[in-house]
T-cell receptor, first 109, second 118 residues
């Protein structure tokens, strides 16, 4: 079947670095996205990897290895506002998204 | 520029009642989507549309119908509500997806509708 696996929760202190790993098994895989969702809010797009390697956007970086069916999101210089759920999302060749269950990141002072 | 809006924000239904959720976008996007999100889970695709007048089934379409009569609107209908349909419903939109290129389907989400079926 199709699935994306990511840890359920990660806790870290302000200023730290957090890495959220994602392994996927999906048909028609085209790329890997990451979305952020604050409690009670809508998901918002963070990054997208279609090719192997690292993509950097400010404090956030995302990595993809197609041969390993693996990716990660790296959050640097953690801030309290980064407390949210982060979803690993597979894009298929038709542009449809399949979401993982999400990783809740808790940032403590 | 309001982005993606959803109506209503909250709704409580009794089992067997019907209702329609409205999604509107002002970004001239071709593609629109309806998702549901249950507690502690990711979003699951219900139905989607790749253009005005077209719709297709997603991962969990049973019990729902959709219509896309105008490009900017995408309606989700519940014909006979069941408690299992208690969820948060999100609408999203995106630009048309071009195959063969570096596919990048950033979706823009509405604020959600919290639906409770008693």
């Amino acid at each position: 079947g199709q699935s994306l696996e990511q840890p359920s929760e990660v806790t870290a202190v302000e200023g730290a670095i957090v890495q959220i790993n994602c392994t996927y098994q999906t048909s028609g895989f085209y790329g890997l996205s990451w979305y952020q969702q604050h409690d009670g809010g809508a998901p918002t797009f963070l990054s997208y990897n279609a090719l192997d390697g690292l993509e950097e956007t400010g404090r956030f970086s995302s990595f993809l290895s197609r041969s390993d069916s693996y990716g990660y999101l790296l959050l640097q210089e953690l801030q309290m506002k980064d407390s949210a759920s982060y979803f690993c999302v597979a894009t298929d060749s038709w542009g449809k998204l399949q979401f993982g269950a999400g990783t809740q990141v808790v940032v403590t002072p | 520029n309001a982005g993606v809006t959803q109506t209503p924000k909250f709704r409580v239904l009794k089992t067997g009642q019907s209702m329609t959720l409205l999604c509107a976008q002002d970004m001239n996007h071709e593609y629109m989507y309806w998702y549901r999100q249950d507690p502690g889970m990711g979003l699951r695709l219900i139905h989607y549309s790749v253009g005005e007048g077209t719709t297709a089934k997603g991962e969990v379409p049973d019990g729902y119908n959709v219509s896309r009569l105008k490009k900017q609107n995408f309606l989700l209908g519940l014909e006979s509500a069941a408690p299992s349909q208690t969820s948060v419903y999100f609408c999203a939109s995106s630009y048309a997806v071009s195959q063969g290129l570096q596919l990048h389907n950033e979706q823009f989400f509405g604020p959600g509708t919290r639906l409770t079926v008693l």
